[in-house]
């Protein structure tokens, strides 16, 4: 009997990135750390796997993270660890531990990288995603939480997506009246609680502040009746909250007030913020993030002000493809070597020929054929130039330039002047 051997593929909800979809990923990261650089962030890099207590203890176990989506396993020793669910935790983690933040000092930074949830697969949201974190801490004022949002516009608008973006903005308040406001969430859904789906109501007395982030259609105008917390926050939050506001029109940012916006982790307070979009289904938040001046205490770290955002790169993916559906490598030149002498050198020359133009992205075609063969090759490539070096060539140390995307005659020039011709790619 002939034993099936069963067909590998990749795990469930954790998907490759091909040759063709490569290109938008390098012009998207390419775009986020020039983007950083502006602002003078500095990249720090955490390991995807930490304790499983940290992120109990910084998310809150009462969520949906926590309770249903983490990757959580023991190892050899019967310590529990994880894979990181967001990149928050991790990143004050290692503020603490190398003492980043000792004497109140200022930091601002940045990393990207896999992120790790159990959640059902659907088109702009995987089990294993990418994401973009940005952490500024020790900067209490309203102003950061500004510049923040202005560092988004601004990449929105390098990748030319920022027409299909929302800017959406709410204050939680601090602990002392979010908690006075948490007891009339309980009190007002207590009294409704044959409307409470399952989850609600497990939620209620833990954590009634998620109910707000239900998103179950039939608790929809249950939700849209219950007490606003903007109206219950305490008086240095509405300050704050202004001050943002001041500061956003002051830079022409657009933004509307959502009082529902709550955030899915427990450690956010005043300021939080969502990017949206109606152009990719029910996943709509493309960025989030806000402040969570409690976390590094919570920690064991010192008391500091915090602000931050994270973006699902996937999404954003999703939208530079629908602003620019075009996006994919190219080739720049097509080198051709025809003859004995000249196919034998060809590695040497095409080093040559990279040592004149460094960012030159050229393909040596290794094999050999009629000439009218390997043209049509280099067309196909979609390259701009097709280089030709023959026997002469080599004798000369020269090269001829054909033209594949204009009516220019082509030409022939030695291979230490080639620049002045294709220094500009």
Known sequence: MVETVEKLSAVKGMADVVPDQSAAWQYIEANIREVMQNYAYTEIRTPILERTQLFKRSI????????????????????SLTLRPEG???CVRACIEHALLRNQQQQKLWYMGPMFRYEKPQKGRYRQF????VEA????????????????????KRLGIEHMLELQI????????????????????SSNLNKLDEDSKRRLHANPMRILDSKNPEMQELIAAAPVLLEHIDVASKEHFEGLQRDLKALGIKYAINTRIVRGLDYYNRTVFEWVTDKLGSQSAV?????????????????????????GLERALLLLQLAKPDLHHTIDCFLICIGSTAEAQRLILAEKIRD???????????????LGNLFKKADKSGAQFALIIGDEEVANDSVSIKFLRSEQPQQTVAINAIKSILGDL
């Open 287 to 311: 960025c989030a993030g806000g402040r969570y001046d409690s976390l590094v205490g919570m920690l064991q770290g010192p008391e500091t002000s915090s602000v931050g955002f994270a973006m």
């Open 137 to 156: 801490f020790n900067y209490p004022g309203p102003d950061i939480d500004a510049e923040q949002l202005a560092l988004c516009a601004r990449l929105w």
């Open 60 to 79: 809150g176990e009462v969520t949906d993270i926590v309770e249903k989506e983490m990757f959580t396993f023991p190892d050899q020793n019967g310590e």
């Open 356 to 370: 004149q133009v460094p960012h030159l992205a050229m393909h040596t075609y290794l094999g050999s054929g009629s």
């Open 130 to 133: 990418v994401q973009l974190g």
């Open 88 to 90: 928050t935790a991790g």
């Open 170 to 189: 709410n204050s939680l308040g601090d602990a002392p009246s979010r908690n006075a406001y948490k007891k009339k969430l309980i009190e007002y859904f």
